[in-house]
């Protein structure tokens, strides 16, 4: 058995769903919230029924952090086995799960070494870090070798995307109510990154066929790509998929990439209908965001300049 154990959320999105069991991972699932309806995401929950439930309609669902007493009765579990314990999760800026991981950790202080990691990411970004991670674990690398390659993978985590609705980017205080109305009036589909773990507005688009080509313009900037997941809301593949898929064939020829549907936690976030595209760098590339999203954050500046 591995001297370290590995602990991450139910946010973490994973190649093969059977991994955690297969590697001794421990996911403690965040809590979607419908109105007064809690459901463990992962458990009550999945990916499919959220989706249908969202389409319903209803009350714009909500996710809530595990509490500091779950994951202290987690690392109590784990520490029985006298290893230690690195917990990786969901970027602190997206969730408070980090948060009340630390808490849950003081409370089991001295009984064995934990270490927590912000991954500055989420879902398949995550659970590509958990997954080296309990490989190392697996191989019988020490808790600080596997920090170290930890943290030499995030910032080579890329994360874009695009919305359909702004109603649950505002529902999760990610941008202004009244921003999200008149995004809504005005047809605007924003154009998303994660960086530094926040979530951060690239451009704007009118419609899905431009959003799309904006997906294919980001990944053709990198050179080396190690992994990369495509994010739908959906388990067949759409107009927006192919045409992706069909773009992306272009651009790397030979090359086939995986098509996920994204986790209802993100889904309280960027909502039905959105698609996004997560990338692993490989090594030997340089640690800075590609070109497209530094010029595009350059339109942005000048074009606030410019209304300003």
Not at 237 to 250: C, F, G, K, V, Y
Request: with cysteine; aromatic share 6%.
């Amino acid at each position: 058995m591995p001297t370290v154990r590995i602990v991450t959320d139910s946010t973490a999105h994973f190649m093969d769903p059977d991994f955690p069991a297969k590697h001794g991972v421990t996911v403690v699932p965040l809590t979607i919230q419908f109105g007064q309806q809690d459901l463990l995401e992962g458990k009550d929950i999945d990916a499919e029924r959220f989706f249908q439930r969202v389409a319903a309609g209803g009350p714009i669902p909500t996710a809530l952090a595990p509490t500091p007493r779950q994951f202290a009765a987690v690392y109590e579990q784990a520490c029985r086995g006298n290893g230690d314990i690195l917990s990786i999760h969901v970027s602190s800026k997206l969730s408070r799960t980090l948060h009340n991981a630390r808490l849950g950790a003081d409370e089991v202080l001295g009984r064995c070494k934990i270490h927590l990691i912000d991954s500055l990411t989420t879902s398949f970004g995550l659970g590509l870090l958990v997954e080296q991670a309990a490989l190392a674990a697996a191989r019988g690398a020490s808790q600080e070798d596997i920090v170290r390659i930890v943290r030499g993978m995030v910032p080579r985590l890329y994360a874009v995307f695009f919305i359909e609705t702004m109603e649950f980017l505002a529902k999760a205080k990610r941008i202004g109510k009244a921003q999200a109305v008149l995004g809504s009036m005005l047809g605007i589909k924003p154009f998303l990154t994660l960086e530094d773990g926040d979530i951060v507005p690239m451009e704007k688009v009118r419609n899905r066929q431009q959003a799309v080509e904006k997906l294919v313009e980001f990944v053709a900037e990198f050179s080396n790509i190690e992994h990369l997941a495509i994010l739908q809301s959906g388990l067949s593949h759409t107009d927006d998929t192919r045409l992706l898929l069909e773009r992306l064939a272009l651009e790397f020829p030979g090359r086939s990439w995986p098509v996920f549907v994204y986790s209802p936690s993100l889904g309280t976030i960027v909502g039905p209908h959105a698609m996004g595209v997560v990338v692993f760098e490989g090594e030997g590339e340089p640690e800075a965001p590609p070109a497209y999203a530094a010029r595009q954050r350059d339109e942005e500046l000048r074009s606030r300049r410019a209304k300003g």
